[in-house]
């Protein structure tokens, strides 16, 4: 079964500072791939998906994120946080045709001003 | 353009008692989940259908049954509540392809 690996749990991060979160995944097979952005409160939406063709996936709110299949990698990244990005991020996979994400456990960031 | 809706959005049960938790989405989508959402684990999948009909467990099923009558709703029925099931829970729908998929706002329940 396929399994998703989010190393940081808990991440802090001074305002203007730039981030990178890493996701990693177990399958050998065509993946489409997520990040999730779950602000307090609130359920998860969508911040970009992988699919196919350009491994650099530009998202909403200035989020991108890289696939390198050699390294079965999807990390998040975003040049200057702010502290409205202050939320849990969860990295998704989807493998077969059914609607089985597969989640990691999710990185809580914290920005502080 | 009301997407995946969930009731209810807080709900208390005592050890043992039965509810359901409902799930209905509006844009003909042919797969539907439920997963729960714990600290530290992530979302994880209880049930999943991919047509009216059609049903099958995922990862943490036991304690939970679905059923899928129309494309529209997808129950999901809590036998006999344990503090164990004291969650978060969301529904989510996609279409065949899957390309996004769509949250409900989520039900936060307590067994106690």
């Known amino acids: 079964a396929q399994s998703v690996s989010q190393h940081n749990h808990h991440v802090i991060l001074s305002e203007a500072a730039s981030l990178e979160l890493g996701c990693n995944y177990s399958?050998?097979?065509?993946?489409?791939l997520f990040w999730y952005v779950q602000y307090p409160g609130q359920h998860l939406q969508l911040l970009l998906k992988?699919?196919?063709?350009?491994?650099l996936v530009k998202g909403i709110k200035g989020f991108e994120a890289e696939f390198i299949k050699s390294k079965f990698s999807f990390n998040l990244r975003k040049p200057s946080v702010q502290w409205s990005d202050t939320a849990e991020y969860f990295c998704?996979?989807?493998?077969?045709?059914?609607?089985?994400?597969?989640f990691g456990t999710g990185t809580r960031l914290q920005v502080t001003l | 353009n009301a997407g995946v809706t969930q009731t209810p959005k807080f709900q208390v049960l005592k050890t043992g008692q039965s509810m359901t938790l409902q799930c209905a989405q509006d844009?003909?989508?042919?797969?539907m989940s439920w997963y729960r959402q714990d600290p530290g684990m992530g979302l994880r999948l209880i049930h999943y259908?991919?047509?009216?009909?059609?049903?099958d467990q995922g990862e943490v099923p036991n304690g939970y049954n679905v059923s899928r009558s129309t494309t529209e709703d997808f129950p999901l029925r809590l036998l006999s509540a344990a503090p164990s099931q004291t969650s978060v829970y969301f529904c989510?729908?996609?279409?065949?392809?899957?390309?996004?998929?769509?949250f409900g706002q989520g039900t936060r329940l307590t067994v106690v």
């Open positions: 998704a996979v989807l493998t077969g045709t059914a609607s089985k994400l597969t």
């Open positions: 399958y050998g097979g065509t993946v489409n």
């Open positions: 992988y699919f196919s063709g350009d491994p």
């Open positions: 844009m003909n989508h042919e797969y």
């Open positions: 259908s991919v047509g009216a009909g059609i049903t």
């Open positions: 989510v729908s996609g279409d065949r392809v899957n390309t996004e998929a769509f």
